[in-house]
């Protein structure tokens, strides 16, 4: 099965405007920023032929979905938090970070957001109660809309997808650039993620500025 525009429909015959879909890409790696992509979509009934799952797409076929996705729906962005922030913050303040910078773009184009789509299990964009949480100094002040999570959301919904790739190939962008000051950590390749190489030049060189020190990297041999 691939991606359809089912659940948007819903929240778009319930009466929103405009949907948001969001995924994030660099979760799981040990160098590099964490990029939250989102696709902003009036009501609508197709999609760029070939959409997919970012980890779906071959990188050559990802450049190209990117280019396509230029021209799909009413606005399009992708934030990133550094590996720095996420030291600061942990993954999730990061993750949210990354998509506030995201949705303050969108806003800026003049597209007002009625509803969101996000991937996963977990709703890190919905402000909680101000005595459980406070907000990050220097965060951009954005309205949420109404989030719904979706597991799996970037393998059937078009817009995560399309926020999932757009968001892959502007952080894999960022790793190639960081590999020519790093090469021995061959970020060309890995992107930041855990491959042998990476953990053995981390063992043998220790960490760069752009890895995130407070996760548990390799100890220098």
């Not at 660099?26 to 990029?35: D, E, N």
């Not at 970070?97 to 007002?112: D, H, K, M, N, Q």
Request: charged share 20%.
């Amino acid at each position: 099965m691939g991606v359809s525009l089912a659940h948007e429909s819903l929240l778009w015959d319930a009466g929103a405007t405009v949907v948001a879909g969001i995924d994030e890409v660099g979760r799981g790696a040990l160098a590099g920023p964490v990029s939250v992509g989102i696709v902003a979509l009036g009501p609508c009934d197709a999609w760029p032929d070939g959409l997919a799952d970012s980890k779906q797409l071959t990188p050559t076929r990802r450049d190209r979905m990117a280019g396509e996705l230029e021209t799909f729906g009413a606005a399009r962005a992708v934030g990133d938090a550094s590996n720095a922030e996420i030291d600061a913050l942990g993954i999730v303040g990061a993750l949210r970070l990354a998509a506030l910078r995201a949705l303050e773009e969108i806003a800026s184009a003049g597209i007002v957001v009625d509803a969101i789509l996000l991937d996963g299990r977990h709703d890190y964009l919905t402000p909680k109660p101000a005595d459980l949480f406070s907000s990050v100094e220097g965060e951009p002040a954005v309205d949420v809309a109404p989030v719904t999570t979706i597991v799996g959301g970037d393998g059937i919904c078009a817009s995560i997808a399309a926020g999932s790739v757009l968001a892959k190939v502007a952080r894999d962008a960022q790793m190639r650039a960081a590999h020519d000051a790093h090469p021995e950590y061959g970020w060309a390749g890995n992107k930041g993620y855990g491959a042998p190489e990476h953990l053995d030049a981390i063992r043998r060189l220790g960490p760069t500025p752009l890895h995130r020190v407070s996760w548990k990297l390799p100890a220098r041999a």
